[in-house]
């Protein structure tokens, strides 16, 4: 990721993004992580040598980061005036996963799902998951599925992310809490396109 910082630099404060989640980060002694992004909040999941994931918050926010078990990162945004707290989480599961932890990255994503206002964002590295259809060709993606369907939550992206797969996903509940995503454009040399939405 360090090939993409600075690029990812320019566009967080360009576009003045309120959140901005990376979902796969190689962690190394070489990127300070903390001072990335001027006037923002870092939550990091330190992985030596493996990927993970990363957020930044503007620091006008008020959020304070949820306590899990697991490697991701759910944020609680306090609500402005008479609206609830949103909790926006940035997700990564890597390929290959063994059965245990897989069993306790649903168990965790079933237990974020609980809040009244959810945005999960991430690389569930899911590719035998038909979106459209809602169907899935492997016993875990189908367990994965049921997670969504027993707890309302939905996967709003349609279009591929990376290559010819949809591997990143923004899964919410309620109705309609975020605009459509705008989907394009990677950093660096990424074979991950960049997703942008805003939370209604």
Known sequence: MSNKQEELETLAQSQRFDITGINERWWDESSDWNALLDGCKP????RQGRRG????????LECMEEVTAGNNIPVR???QTNNVD???GVYYRPPGQDYDVDKLF????RDTSKSTALVLMGNFNLPEINCEHHTADTTWARRFLKILDDNFMEQVLMELTQKDAL???????GVDPVSE????????H???EVIEFEIL
Do not use: T, W
């Open 53 to 60: 994931p990363l957020m930044y918050a503007m620091q006008r």
């Open 190 to 192: 990424s074979d991950h």
């Open 86 to 88: 949103v909790i926006i």
């Open 181 to 188: 995503g705008d989907i394009g454009g990677c950093l660096g």
């Open 43 to 46: 939550f990091i999941r330190y």
């Open 77 to 79: 945004i306090k609500g």
């Open 167 to 173: 591997l990143d996903l923004l899964l919410v509940n």
């Open 106 to 109: 649903l168990d965790e994503l």
